[in-house]
């Protein structure tokens, strides 16, 4: 499903920040992406988001390099990858339907054909009472389970999350969790950003290990 | 399980919030430029049109003009005059002005009782023309070189004159007008980045839910097309109100007499239906030129950061 061949990353002129990465990730699969602050996690993310590029090696996705992808295949590439950042990003002006509807929209869909999707999708995260709530009147804990349906309305094949627990309670951390367990069992390749320890010890997902520009992997 | 959503809900919130687009000001900056332009263009339109009109007028009279020389008989000469004249093709009428006319004419200048009879004052044969370009004025002059003392006024001189001056004016507003949405173009480019940087959070949101730049383009520019239209619509009407109040004004506040001359002057200000269809093609032009600026500004934007 992905494929990381020797892959480089530098910002301008700066070190090397990701050092020759060579990996693969089955479909299906869940892992945690952990390392310290500072470790290029997120610059990682952003490289299976396609939202960057390799300062050297190939990065292939589904079967296919993507490594210098012209802008529309990029774009019908990227609607196979769902994002949850750990600021949740929503929209301020948009209620939660809307915002979780809103992947839906740029697509150029019409709201009768996807609002009965969002709806469940709502229901299924416990925000079916929240539905026409601005994001200012949310607590943490539902805005980012707005952000998780957001990602997954149009049911994307992987689905990368930035640390989506950095801004929720503890036991908030655990129940988002299981939500993205319950994705994963649905099929969903997961890879999950974190650094906070007590889900590291709860959930017993392999690991991948970024330190010092090099990955390595604990099952 | 929650209510379901009500049908026939309206139409979705904007994906850019309206506050964020600095619309009032873009609005009134695009009124004013309008304003401007409608202006501009109706004051160049009443230019051309009294220019072309005042222009046809004269041509259409030529002026023969007798001196009174010592040894000829003036009145025997006039006569002579006009019937040289009715016998030229593409002349309508000839008509020596009397001697009262004469005085007439140069009472503003001269005062009135004045006795012309005393004065070796030239008399004038006004010639008038069924078609311009057919007379034959040429012939005219050479036959009217025989009666001494005798000259051809055509006006040409005049004419020239008053077609560069006019055409001068409408060189000048056709260049003012080219100005003015230049300078409408560079302020829409401004208010676009800087809207579009105001939104910056939204763009990036929308690039990763996979939205194309085309999507994110529309939902900008749609914005910029209706506060062009907006904006144009009201400068365009506030320049039609102008040129009402302006032909009232005239109507009411000027004397008769003088209102009369400005009138054969300008064209009694109206700037009929032309007029009219001009402005709402400027207004047309410029709620355009915000559209495509801003799509060409979003596009550039969007292409620059990803
Ligand atoms: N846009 C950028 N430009 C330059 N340097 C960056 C940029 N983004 C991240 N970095 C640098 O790359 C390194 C890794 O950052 P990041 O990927 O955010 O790590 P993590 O998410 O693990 O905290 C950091 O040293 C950071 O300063
Ligand atoms: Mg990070």
Redesign the interface.
């Known amino acids: 499903m992905i494929a990381f061949e020797n892959v480089g990353l530098r910002y301008g002129h700066g070190p090397e920040i990701l050092k020759d990465l060579t990996f693969r990730i089955a479909p299906g699969s869940f892992h945690f992406l952990t390392g310290p602050s500072g470790s290029g996690k997120t610059s990682l993310l952003r490289l299976l988001l396609l939202s960057l590029k390799p300062s050297r090696g190939t990065i292939s996705m589904f079967g296919e390099d993507v490594t210098n992808l012209e802008r529309d295949r990029l774009l019908q590439m990227r609607r196979h990858i769902g994002i949850v950042f750990q600021e949740f990003r929503l929209l301020d002006h948009l209620t939660t339907f809307e915002n979780v509807a809103l992947p839906h929209r740029v697509r150029g869909q019409s709201e009768a054909s996807y609002r009965a999707n969002v709806q469940e999708l709502l229901d299924w995260v416990g925000l079916g009472d929240k539905m026409d709530a601005l994001p200012a009147v949310l607590s943490g804990g539902e805005k980012q389970r707005a952000a998780i349906a957001r990602a997954v309305i149009s049911k994307p094949d992987i689905l990368l999350a930035d640390e989506p627990t950095g801004n929720v309670d503890p036991e908030l951390s655990e129940r988002l969790l299981h939500l993205f367990d319950e994705l994963n069992r649905m099929g969903t390749t997961i890879i999950l950003a974190t650094h906070e320890l007590n889900l590291l010890r709860k959930f017993d997902y392999p690991r991948m290990l970024l330190e010092h520009g090099e990955l390595t992997f604990h099952d | 399980?929650?209510e379901?959503?009500k049908i026939g809900?309206s139409r979705?919130?904007p994906?850019v919030?309206s506050q964020s687009v600095a619309g009032r000001t873009l609005m009134l900056l695009i009124g004013i430029m309008t304003f401007l332009s409608c202006v501009t263009f109706g004051g160049v339109l009443l230019v051309q049109k009294s220019a072309v009109g005042w222009s046809a007028d004269v041509g259409r009279e030529v002026t023969i003009q007798i001196r009174p020389l010592d040894g000829e008989v003036l009145e025997s000469n006039l006569r002579l005059a006009v019937s040289i004249a009715e016998g030229v093709p593409g002349v309508s009428s000839a008509h020596a002005l009397t001697l009262e006319e004469s005085e007439r004419l140069l009472e503003p200048w001269l005062g009135a009782g004045l006795d012309l009879s005393d004065l070796a004052i030239p008399r004038l044969v006004v010639v008038r023309l069924a078609d311009p370009n057919a007379a034959d004025i040429a012939r005219l002059e050479r036959e009217i070189s025989a009666i001494s003392g005798a000259s051809l006024e055509t006006h040409a001189a005049w004419r020239v004159q008053l077609n560069t001056m006019a055409g001068t004016i409408v060189v000048s507003g056709i260049l003012v007008l080219a100005l003015i949405l230049v300078a409408t173009a560079l302020a829409i480019v401004f208010a676009t980045r800087g809207t579009m940087s105001t939104n910056r959070?939204?763009v990036?949101?929308?690039?990763?839910?996979?939205?194309?730049?085309r999507?994110i383009a529309g939902e900008f520019q749609g914005r910029f097309l209706m506060i062009g239209l907006r904006g144009g619509i009201v400068g365009g009407v506030a320049a039609i109100l102008f040129f009402i109040f302006i032909s009232a004004a005239m109507s009411t506040v000027m004397p008769e007499q003088s209102s009369a001359q400005l009138g054969v002057l300008f064209g009694q200000f109206s700037l009929g239906v032309a007029g009219l269809l001009g402005i709402v093609g400027v207004v047309l032009v410029i709620a355009g030129l915000t559209a495509i600026t801003s799509r060409l500004t979003v596009r550039r934007f969007l292409s620059q950061i990803?």
């Open positions: 399980m929650t379901p959503r809900w979705p919130t994906i919030p959070e939204i990036d949101v929308l690039h990763f839910i996979g939205a194309s730049n999507f990803s």
